[in-house]
């Protein structure tokens, strides 16, 4: 497959009247790559997955149809001090990943950073850096800065249930967690499971990566958060490349060359919101969402703490704004089984029920989502002159201001709204 396959797919798409839709690694949370209720063409970008590393320059290109997974496995091979900032599932695709913002491990030291792209003018290419790169074209390729990490890094995952006094350790962790060191990150997993005595309990997963040595690892949590009750033995020092490998929950010695599997890891069904914590949630208010937990069969939540680089940041300088004053991002996810697919209603019900619940913790106007975390509840575009007011509503709470800003391009680039989605950034058009 070459470039022009791409102009020729959308020379097509346009003459016979057919959306276009692009797909790197499929990942979006409501398929928006792979499924349009009108007649449409899959552009597929798995064969654009090219990567060049290039140590003395610091940087490193890779194609589009890439995965997280071969970009991290393509720096480490080449170096063991460079890294990159990026999501945790080795499996995103780095298309959709990049165009929508992205973060993982690294995020509270780097925040995240691409080298910028003359040729299509600087206020496109901050458009493709959050505001999600299929409202604008198709994205062949980035340019990336490496990052550097040390030699070795320290790992730890430590868990507590509501017996273990789950709800005091959460909310202390609350309270730290956008302070430490920008080299220190802890992200939190919840989930419903069964204890000792075979009663249903909530299980909250703490797993931190420090930039430095287990020594130095140990001794920030026990100076800052000695609530958690870490010891010297569950820290493990390893590479870099072996602790992406942790965070994506391959924990029994897998070889890395498991980052070069595009198998999703996860096969099934999934409903995912997100939210964007500002103040501690108080104990009480914990308590509640336990309950709604232990009422739902497989879900899950993630707290992704945010604080270090991310404070330093403007909320404008790519279309991604949730920047400073942000504690932690939170996920919520239903899961399902094909079996239980006849009651999806129910699963995402559950999963609605919960994000009312939520209202009064996180953020508000707007209550901020993560586009990475697609959500087609918060509004769709319409096929109407309406799009654009119909978009303000989603669009404000994935980009705050900076959604005026990417109409304004898309108006400049794309008048004719060709590359579009559900939830795509409109043209603006005069109401009437
Ligand atoms: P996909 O191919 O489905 O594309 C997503 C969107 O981008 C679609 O609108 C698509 O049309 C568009 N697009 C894709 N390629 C394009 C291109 N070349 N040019 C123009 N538009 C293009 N996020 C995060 O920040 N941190 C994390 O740790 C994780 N973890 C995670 C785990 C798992 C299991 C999943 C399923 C998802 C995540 N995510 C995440 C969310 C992830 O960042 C998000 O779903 C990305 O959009 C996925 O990108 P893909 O290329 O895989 O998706």
């Given at each position: ?5 791409i ?8 003459t016979?009247v057919?959306q276009?839709?692009?797909r ?5 949370y ?7 209720d009108?007649?449409?063409l ?6 654009f997955?090219q990567?060049d590393?290039?140590?003395?320059e610091n ?9 997280l ?11 063991k001090?460079h890294?990159f ?5 080795p499996?995103?695709?780095?298309g959709?990943h990049?165009s929508?913002g ?10 995240g ?9 600087e ?13 604008f074209?198709v994205i062949i ?6 990052v ?7 790992v730890?995952?430590v868990?507590?249930?509501l017996?273990?006094g789950?709800s005091?350790v ?13 080299d220190l ?30 020594k130095d ?13 870490v010891?010297?033995k569950?820290?493990k ?29 996860f096969?099934?069904y999934?409903k995912a919101?997100s939210?964007f914590?500002q103040?501690?949630i108080?104990?009480?208010?914990l308590?509640?969402?336990?309950k709604?937990?232990?009422e739902?069969?497989?879900s ?7 604080g270090?680089?991310?404070?330093e ?12 004053g ?12 094909e ?15 919960l ?5 009064p ?12 975390y697609r959500?087609?509840?918060?509004g769709q575009n ?20 900076n ?18 989605n559900?939830?795509?950034i ?7």
């Open positions: 497959m070459v470039e022009s396959h102009q020729a797919a959308i020379y097509c798409s346009k016979f057919l276009l839709r692009v790197s690694g499929g990942h979006d409501e398929g928006l790559s792979f499924v349009a009108s007649p449409f899959m552009l597929d970008m798995t064969h997955r990567i590393v290039n140590i003395e940087s490193a290109w890779f194609q589009a149809g890439a995965i997974g071969e970009l991290y496995y393509k720096i480490a091979e080449k170096s001090i890294g900032s990026a999501g945790l599932c499996t995103i695709g780095v959709g990049f929508g992205g973060f993982g491990p690294m995020v509270r030291k780097y925040g950073r691409i080298l910028t792209r003359a040729s299509m003018g206020n496109l290419f901050w458009a493709i850096r959050g505001g999600g790169g299929a409202s074209g390729a980035y340019k990336i800065n490496l550097p990490v040390p030699p070795t890094v320290s730890f995952s868990s507590k249930t017996e273990q789950a005091k959460l909310y202390r962790y609350q309270e730290v967690v956008d302070k430490f060191h920008e990150f802890i992200r939190v997993s919840i989930l419903p499971t069964t204890n000792q005595s075979g009663n249903k309990t909530i299980l909250v997963a703490f797993n931190s990566l420090f930039l430095g040595s287990a690892h140990l001794s920030l949590i026990q100076t800052n958060f000695l609530e958690l009750g010891q010297s569950d820290c020092e390893m590479s870099w490349i072996q602790s992406v490998l942790f965070f994506a929950g391959y924990t029994n010695g897998e070889s890395i060359d498991t980052l070069l599997d595009r198998t999703p890891q096969k099934g999934f919101k939210d914590v103040a501690p108080p104990e009480s208010g308590e509640g969402l336990w709604i937990l232990l739902g069969d497989t899950l939540m993630f707290f992704l703490p945010f270090g680089k991310m404070n940041i403007p909320e404008s300088a790519i279309p991604f704004p949730h920047r400073k942000n504690i932690y991002n939170i996920q919520y996810v239903a899961r399902w089984t079996q239980e697919n006849p009651q999806a209603e129910k699963h995402i019900a559950w999963i609605r029920n994000y009312d619940y939520m209202a913790y996180v953020s508000k106007n707007p209550r901020a989502s993560y586009l990475n959500d087609l509840d918060l319409g096929n109407t002159k309406r799009s654009y007011s119909q978009a303000l509503v989603w669009g404000f709470k994935y980009f705050k201001n959604f005026f800003q990417l109409v304004h391009l898309k108006t400049m680039v794309d008048p004719s709204n060709f590359f579009r559900e939830q795509s409109p043209p603006f058009k005069m109401e009437v």
